[in-house]
């Protein structure tokens, strides 16, 4: 299905952050059969003097979307996320006018496609948005769970979406 191939692609961005000590979130933005923006998450590790909160993959993608030379649609674009948007992302999306969000692992912790946007401003309130949950949910859980047991990856340590991570994977090898 298209779903699964671009969600593939995501993964490849979020594995190449992942290899570079990053927390392993990657995005790809599609139009018309053809990914035309990507991003992956920057900013978590231990080389700076703190992590950053705005390097998200979606963010850079977005911001990606300046450099390309074909016409943005963005009603007709779809957003793939290795990891459920968190609020801001989500808010970018929106902005953004893209109108499907197509994600591969949920996050318990900071995931924001669960708000109900009916009690947000009409920007927000007046925005038909479809979300698409779980698309290659447990190669995205692989992931996250492999950076979890580096003890070199200090980013949300200690965390409930590191518990919860981590849980999944052995409910997981239970069954």
Known sequence: ????????????????AYDKGEFPVGCVIALE???IA????????L?????SE????EIRALKNLETINTQFEPEKSVLFSTMEPCLMCLGAIILAGIKTIVYAYEDPMGG??????????????????DIIPGVLRQKSLDLFYNFFNKETNLYWKNSYLEAYTLEQKRERKSK
């Open 33 to 35: 059969g053809r990914v």
């Open 54 to 57: 705005i390097d998200h993959a």
């Open 1 to 16: 299905m298209v779903y699964e191939y671009f969600m593939g692609l995501a993964l490849e961005q979020a594995q190449k």
């Open 38 to 45: 990507s991003g992956a998450r920057q900013g978590t590790t």
């Open 112 to 129: 924001g496609t669960k708000c109900d946007l009916k009690k947000l401003p009409l920007l927000y309130k007046n925005c038909k948005i």
């Open 47 to 51: 080389d700076r003097a703190f992590f």
